[in-house]
């Protein structure tokens, strides 16, 4: 059996997506949106709007997991206190994939400071 997971959309459902963003940002005029992937990308430069961007990397279990592990967690908590500060906040968010959300956190963190 094949696997449906991070099934890419058809162009239908792409398209059927632009208009429903449009007319949901139309509504909730955001100040500033925070994204990711390639699809979102192009559903949010279909619709043009005056918000500011930020574009993070593919959250992918797979993707993260080939670059999480390089790098100790205790390192990175101690180079981005913020995600250090959720963590001990919220341990119930990093019950499963710990490595990875905390991995894809410190980027989120470094994204939004540059």
Not at 46 to 66: A, E, H, N, V
Not at 71 to 90: I, K, T
Request: hydrophobic share 40%; aromatic share 8%; net charge positive.
């Amino acid at each position: 059996e094949k696997s449906t997971r991070n099934k890419n959309p058809s162009a239908e459902l792409v398209n059927h997506s632009i208009g429903f963003w449009k007319d949901s940002l139309s509504i909730l005029a955001p100040k500033h949106i925070v994204a990711c992937g390639a699809k979102a990308r192009k559903i949010l430069e279909s619709i043009q709007g005056t918000w500011k961007q930020t574009w993070l990397k593919s959250p992918s279990p797979l993707m993260l997991s080939r670059v999480s592990g390089m790098f100790p967690e205790s390192d990175l908590l101690a180079r981005f206190p913020e995600v250090e500060q959720v963590a001990q906040a919220h341990p119930e968010w990093l019950q499963k994939f710990r490595q990875n959300k905390i991995f894809f956190a410190c980027h989120a963190v470094c994204v939004a400071k540059s």
